[in-house]
Structures are given as C-alpha cells and as structure tokens.
C-alpha cells in the first residue's frame, strides 16, 4: 500500500503537532511496511534540514511557497498528479491550506479516495474569521464532506466533524501518539546550568506563546497564587508567536520578574531534560485538538493541569492530572490543589507515565490508521 500524506509545512517551531504528527506517522508506517511520501512546502526549511529528513528514508517533495501568510505553493500540477496518482490513499492534514485544497482537487479528478484529519483546525476561531468562512463556503465545507474518512484527534473533534455535516459513522477516533525514546534523556543538573533555572521547583509550559495556547492565562494565575507557593518557578518554552513581549511586561506589572523565565523554543535533549526537571506541566489552552505535550508530559512521569479545551478529559478520570475550566481563576484553582500535595504529584506522575505508554505510542495509531486504510483501498478494488 502506498500513502500520501499532505500538510503545508514540515518545519517545527511554527508547525506545531500537525508537523510532529505528519513526520511521526510517515516514519513508523514505514517501519510497518507501507510506502509512504510527504507532499509539502518549503516554508522555514533550509536545504540542510530536508536532507535529514530524506536521510531517514522518508520521500519528501517541498514545493516552493510563493506567499507565507497563506502558504500558497507554486502550481506545480504535473508533480502532485504523479505523486497522488501513485498514491492508494491520500491524507489531507489540517483544514485553511491551499496545498489541501490543491491535492483535493487532483484526487477527486483521478478517482483518488481521501481521508482528512483536520487536528483542531475546524473550528472558525482566532485571527482571519472572513476568509474562514469564505474557505468553508467556496471549497472548504466540499473538502471534508466529500472525504472517504474523517479522523479525529480528540473527543471534541468528533462534535466539529458533525457540525460540518459529516455521519459519525464516518469519524474514526485516532489520537496523536508519542515515542518514548525520544524522552529518555535526564541531564536535569546539565538543563538547569545551562538555563540558569538553579534548583527550584518549577511549573513548565511547552508551546507557542500564542494566544490560543493560553499563556498569559497561566501567567496571571500564577502571579495570583498565595505565599505558600513563593518557593515555584514558572518556565515558558516555546517560541514568540506575538505575545511574548506583552508577558514580559506582565511579568513585571505582576511583580514576579524573579520567578518567570523564557527559555524559547527546545527539542531533542534538552526539550527531554526539560520535562524531567519540572514538577508540574499546565496546558493552559483556550482551544485544542489534542495536546502532544500531554503526551510528552506523561511520558516522563510528570502529573498535568489542564483545561477542558485540550480534547484530553481522560487524563483526569485516569488521576494522572486535573482539568480545569480555561480561565484564569480555573488554572489558579488547579495549581492550588495540586502543588499542595507534592507526594500526591508524584503519585499522579507515575499513573500517568503507566496510562501513556500501554495506550498512546505511535505504533498504535499506525494500527489504527492501517485498519482504516485497509478498509478504504479494498472498498477502492
């Protein structure tokens, strides 16, 4: 069998979890057995970093991207016929793309069957809401009816798939997963030296400092918390997405300057080393799919706050966190009954490190993505 899988971009600071996931999957489906090739743009990639990833086996075509904003590609429609043509299945990642609606277009023109997996972009929500909607009425509202299958990442996806009309019985529940390998590094003395983070207990958020990701949500209830916590550190890593500028100023206003750090964007050891120094990982968000960092997060035995936006309830009827409502007197809440408790943390860590790995590697949605793919390439023949 051979898969392609679309998404605008392969480049991970900005590109998120659908980056994470587009790569993973193509990686570990390859080492099941399937053929499979990434068609993207080159948005933030250097020549250099493509290599590394076609050095893995992994068959990548980047086309050229003619305009950032809106990740427009270059026409290239003699490549995407040859590259869905030889394709059993096509998989459109996200929603907003032109590349999306590019490679719908040549799939339903060669007979092509398409499975989308939108990952939390369905909703019309933040910036650019008109040209959303205009998307949705022009092609976009086409794109996701007209799928062979619906995948959704998290519980409240499947409520976004049937607002767009879709059957239920069409929407397959495969959530993201996680390698346990890549977070085994433990240099927590080295991570702190290097960061200058010393030896304080810290609560740690991993993302975008973007205003989806909520993070002046987590910062304002964290300056709010009671003497009792006067000892814990809060630690942002992730890249500016626009907002980092006003959480310095806020960080002053608040009076907390002496226990807020940035750190930026991390991966590989030291985003590793990161986690396994924190006491506490927040997901602050105000909307989301599927949080990776859940994932990340339990992986390394940490506990986790986050809110009910995240797609990820379970976590808290498994006790390996709290979820909260997204507002600030939600997080404060949470952060007040959990950091009370630290042997109670340490408990909640351990059951989340057990529950994550027996349900939520990568292996196992490749299973569930190939019992899918099966289905749809014999309904092809």
Request: charged fraction near 20%.
């Amino acid at each position: 069998m051979k898969v392609l899988f679309v998404n605008m971009m392969l480049e991970p600071v900005n590109g998120g979890g659908t980056v994470e996931r587009t790569l993973q999957l193509a990686r570990h489906m390859r080492k099941a057995g399937i053929d499979c090739a990434i068609l993207t743009t080159d948005v933030g990639m250097t020549f250099q970093a493509l290599e590394v990833l076609r050095g893995e086996g992994l068959r990548i075509t980047a086309l050229r991207c003619l305009c950032d904003r809106f990740y427009f590609p270059v026409l290239s429609i003699g490549i995407m016929i040859k590259l869905v043509s030889e394709a059993d299945v096509v998989h459109l990642m996200g929603h907003w793309t032109v590349i999306n609606v590019l490679s719908y277009a040549v799939a339903r023109l060669l007979g092509k069957r398409y499975v989308v997996c939108p990952a939390g972009a369905l909703s019309i929500y933040g910036r650019s809401r008109v040209l959303k909607t205009l998307f949705n009425f022009l092609i976009g509202k086409r794109i996701i009816a007209n799928a062979n299958g619906h995948i959704a990442i998290g519980e409240n996806e499947i409520g976004q798939f049937k607002a767009y009309g879709v059957a239920a019985d069409t929407i397959v529940s495969i959530p993201n997963g996680i390698n346990p390998d890549d977070f085994m590094a433990e240099d927590v003395e080295g991570f702190r030296r290097r960061y200058g983070l010393k030896n304080f207990p810290f609560i740690l958020f991993l993302g975008r400092l973007h205003p989806e990701k909520g993070p002046d949500i987590l910062l304002t209830a964290f300056s709010l918390l009671d003497g009792r916590f006067s000892n814990i550190h809060l630690v942002f890593v992730g890249p500016d997405n626009g907002m980092l500028e006003e959480l310095r100023r806020n960080v002053i206003g608040y009076g907390v300057s002496d226990r807020v750090h940035f750190i930026g964007y991390l991966s590989g050891t030291d985003k590793s080393a990161a986690y396994h120094a924190a006491t506490l990982v927040v997901i602050p968000s105000r909307f989301e799919a599927m949080s990776i960092v859940v994932l990340e997060a339990g992986v390394c035995g940490l506990p986790v706050l986050l809110t009910d936006q995240c797609g990820f309830s379970e976590i808290e009827r498994q006790n390996g966190g709290a979820v909260v409502p997204a507002s600030v007197e939600g997080i404060k809440l949470g952060l007040e009954k959990l950091l009370c408790d630290p042997g109670r943390l340490r408990e909640m860590g351990n059951i989340n490190k057990n529950y994550i790995q027996e349900n939520y590697t990568w292996d196992c949605a490749v299973q569930k993505y190939l019992d899918l793919f099966r289905k749809i390439h014999a309904f092809n023949h």
